[in-house]
């Protein structure tokens, strides 16, 4: 039943910041861990950033200090605050849930936003 909905993405230019919004439904949101996804034309869907109920995040080195996640449970709401962006970021941006821990792969949540689209241009 959990609703995922993403929004905040745009064009923007190299070196630009961009920050995106995930929306949660459900009484649980406070359980679980969250993910933001992204995937360009051709390529895997891959973690970018993730944030556990505790607020333990990861982050892989792609986006490392540059990418930050954050949640406000009391609105149900999760944030990726993007600096610093390239080209190669260019991608749909998805939001993900699932119970418990943070995992790396797409497999491992259960529940998925629309995307939201950010292009990068150079």
């Known amino acids: 039943q959990v609703q995922l909905v993403e929004s905040g993405g745009g064009l923007v230019q190299d070196g630009d910041s961009l920050r995106l919004t995930c929306a949660a439904s459900?009484?649980?949101?406070?359980?679980?861990?969250m993910g933001w996804f992204r995937q360009a034309p051709g390529k895997e869907r891959e973690l970018v950033a993730g944030?556990?109920?505790?607020?333990?995040?990861y982050y892989p080195d792609s986006v490392k200090g540059r990418f930050t996640i954050s949640r406000d449970n009391a609105k149900n709401t999760v944030y990726l605050q993007m600096n610093s962006l390239k080209p190669e970021d260019t991608a749909v941006y998805y939001c993900?849930?699932?119970?418990?821990?943070?995992?790396?792969?797409?497999?491992?949540?259960?529940?998925w936003g629309q995307g939201t689209q950010v292009t990068v241009s150079s």
């Open positions: 944030i556990d109920s505790a607020g333990y995040t």
């Open positions: 459900g009484r649980a949101f406070n359980t679980y861990a």
């Open positions: 993900a849930g699932r119970m418990r821990a943070i995992v790396t792969v797409p497999q491992g949540y259960s529940y």
